[in-house]
């Protein structure tokens, strides 16, 4: 058994543990009292700060992780909302506070380099931060989590079986067309059901969204945003040219997939329950039989990249770090939580044994190598990395990982087709990408309207990015209401296109890994360890790799992974 205990305390007491605000805002006070003479000092306090939040972001992290792995349960939606409703407005003030000291205080300036970008962040939230706004977030945080409720009820039954829509989704890949279509309209339809429900939590999000915006003295809330997510290394103006970029570059490649596929199915007509079967017309790729085969192949897979990668994944399962089976009640989705006080990450997926299934897997995968490389930092301001960073961390792994795809697929034929669809999706992703980004963006720049009248903006957006190679005749609802199936616009909202970019980084990283697999290891852990202590570009650059999405850019990358798909 391998297991980490956390670090010793020095600021909390070994045993703490707290009921009601009171018990916690002495350390607060005590914080916001102390005297800070000296540079000295000042990492000493620095050091204490991060030691409360990462006590506080852990406890809120384990509330999370089990009110989403049972979404039934009163008790565990009631110890979130306790944090959310009594904790965190009181956290505020005294954050906004605590950044308002370390900036004034005259040896800040003697901070070393790699507090550089922690100090931006601080001047950012003090900029931004209005008291008034302190209840509205915990509105949108109470919202915001019945998407994941509404979600993990939709269930549909099949053959007297009542499925999950991730394990009604593995159907999709069966070879019997008609099974494809009539899981895809049962899907659909459920998802309908709710789309009513789902349309007025959206309006009630944006409104409140928009007040938070207001309030900050922003003209909206996507520039509110923009400035929240620090992101200081990109504009919109940015988000849209790669938007043009990728409809220049990508669409065109992606509708030449989809004529081949068509001609290879012998259709007349491509509709969207033919996207994920195997072209081949062989039964759907089954890379693991249960979640347990998964975490073991994965730590053996690892273990050939690293041995500390593989290491990693087994202190996780030793120390059960891990819930990655899908079943009824359980929030959709899936994803890496950082818990920064032990430095042992947490993976939450809703696995059913598919091929998507394994790439979800090494994706979190890459997260949890990455909190690893980044938890003897010294305060978790620095182990905080900008989505840009820590997507590429995860999208390089699934790039990375086929090379032990073997594990998993010992028929080669299997193994040769499971590569050409993790290709084939690296850059048929890309388009997607853009919709879901500019559709929030139109969300929150435009003025009030009503929900036809989004639906109708959100048509117009897919049709700008499609191949108009899918038929969706008879589907028209569906594909009208499809944004409802993307939990970020939701739940993270703007949090997409860090996915974009990092996919071209990931795919640039990838290539340098099969040009000098030593060289390539070696740029990916050492652009981890970096946590948020450089800019994003010169993240990327000790990555070996560019932070850019030029035309001539992309289009080097596609050829690439073209070539790559050939071989």
């Not at 429900?197 to 923009?226: G, T």
């Not at 394994?358 to 190598?369: C, D, K, R």
């Not at 800019?535 to 790799?545: H, R």
Request: charge should be negative; aromatic fraction near 14%.
């Amino acid at each position: 058994m391998k297991i980490i205990k956390r670090p010793n305390r020095c600021f909390l007491p070994e045993d703490f543990s707290f009921t009601t605000w009171k018990e916690l805002e002495i350390f607060f006070q005590k914080l916001l009292d102390r005297e800070i003479a000296s540079l000295k000092e000042l990492k000493q306090f620095l050091q204490d700060r991060s030691e409360l939040e990462s006590f506080l972001e852990e406890n809120f992290a384990w509330r999370y992780i089990k009110m989403n792995c049972d979404t039934k349960s009163v008790e565990k939606k009631e110890s979130f909302l306790f944090f959310v409703q009594e904790i965190q407005p009181n956290i505020s003030p005294f954050s906004d506070k605590l950044n308002k000291k370390i900036v004034q205080n005259k040896f800040t300036s003697k901070l070393p380099d790699s507090y550089k970008i922690f100090l931006r962040k601080l001047e950012t939230s003090i900029e931004i931060f209005r008291e008034k706004n302190v209840p509205l977030f915990t509105e949108i945080e109470e919202e915001s989590q019945k998407y994941g409720v509404i979600s993990s009820q939709m269930m549909i039954e099949h053959e007297g079986e009542k499925l999950t829509i991730q394990q009604a989704g593995k159907f999709l890949e069966s070879p019997d067309r008609q099974l494809r279509e009539t899981i895809y309209r049962a899907m659909s339809d459920r998802r309908l059901e709710e789309k009513e429900k789902l349309d007025n939590l959206m309006d009630r999000l944006i409104y409140l969204r928009d007040q938070v915006a207001y309030n900050a003295d922003f003209e909206n809330f996507r520039d509110y945003k923009f400035k929240k997510l620090n992101r200081f290394d990109y504009t919109p103006k940015d988000c849209e040219i790669f938007h043009e970029t990728v409809k220049q570059e990508i669409l065109p490649l992606l509708k030449k997939f989809q004529q081949h596929r068509k001609e290879v199915l012998e259709l007349d007509m491509l509709r969207p329950w033919d996207l994920s079967v195997d072209i081949s017309g062989k039964a759907e790729l089954k890379p693991f039989t249960n979640s347990k085969e998964l975490v073991k192949k994965t730590i053996k897979g690892f273990s050939n990249l690293d041995p500390n990668f593989g290491e990693y994944i087994e202190i996780m399962r030793d120390m059960r770090h891990f819930d990655l089976d899908s079943r009824k009640g359980k929030a959709p989705g899936g994803f890496n939580y950082p818990l920064y006080e032990i430095g042992v990450p947490f993976i939450f997926m809703n696995a059913v044994g598919t091929h998507r299934d394994l790439e979800t897997m090494v994706h979190e995968g890459g997260h949890a190598i990455h909190s690893f490389l980044t938890k003897d930092l010294e305060i978790s301001d620095l182990k905080s990395t900008p989505s840009e960073v820590a997507e590429l961390a995860s999208q390089s792994m699934e790039l990375i990982s086929m090379d032990f795809w073997d594990l998993f697929y010992t028929n080669q034929a299997d193994l040769k087709r499971a590569k050409q669809q993790k290709l084939e999706t690296s850059l048929s992703i890309l388009p997607w990408i853009c919709v879901v980004d500019k559709f929030q963006h139109w969300l929150y720049v435009n003025p009030k309207y009503t929900s036809v009248e989004r639906q109708k903006e959100w048509m117009a957006i897919v049709e700008e990015f499609s191949t108009q190679e899918v038929d969706y005749i008879g589907l028209e609802e569906a594909l009208a209401y499809k944004w409802q199936s993307q939990l970020h616009i939701f739940e993270v909202p703007f949090y997409y296109i860090e996915y974009g970019f990092s996919q071209l980084g990931s795919i640039a990283l990838w290539k340098n890994f099969l040009e000098n697999r030593k060289k390539g290891l070696k740029h990916y852990k050492n652009f981890m360890r970096l946590g948020s202590t450089k800019s994003i570009p010169e993240i990327y650059q000790a990555a070996g790799i560019s932070f850019k999405f030029s035309a001539s850019y992309v289009r080097e990358l596609a050829e690439f992974v073209l070539e790559q798909y050939e071989r």
